[in-house]
């Protein structure tokens, strides 16, 4: 069973920048993919970035160029940098895991199996 846990989360003024990590243990197997998404208050869960167990990455249009998404296999983590943020950017970011390689690794919510519970992101003006 895979387990994950975010942190690195925090208030930060437009501009500015902050990494997320996404600890995860249990077994993964050699395919895989991992995202980030993000929740802000009323509204839907929106899918940020993800990575697939080969290395290749992708973004929703909004953060292309901001933030980057990568992992470290010897640390079964996955991190996100997010550069330039905005306080549209504001949002709880949750990890999660997909038993599936996806090309590209755009996944939606319905194929992640295991969720983080969620790192608060707050972006002042």
């Known amino acids: 069973e895979v387990q994950l846990v975010e942190s690195g989360g925090g208030t930060v003024q437009s501009g500015g920048s902050l990494r997320l990590s996404c600890a995860a243990s249990g077994y993964f197997g050699s395919l895989w993919s991992m995202g980030w998404f993000r929740q802000a208050p009323e509204k839907e869960r929106e899918w940020v970035a993800g990575?697939?167990?080969?290395?290749?990455?992708s973004y929703e249009d909004s953060v292309k160029g901001r933030f980057t998404i990568s992992q470290d296999s010897a640390k079964n983590s996955v991190y996100l940098q997010m550069n330039s943020l905005k306080p549209d950017d504001t949002a709880m970011y949750y990890c999660?895991?997909?038993?599936?390689?996806?090309?590209?690794?755009?996944?939606?919510?319905?194929?992640?199996?295991?969720w983080g519970q969620g790192t608060q992101v707050i972006v002042s003006t």
């Open positions: 999660a895991h997909d038993p599936f390689r996806r090309i590209p690794p755009r996944l939606v919510p319905g194929s992640a199996t295991t």
């Open positions: 990575i697939e167990s080969r290395g290749g990455t």
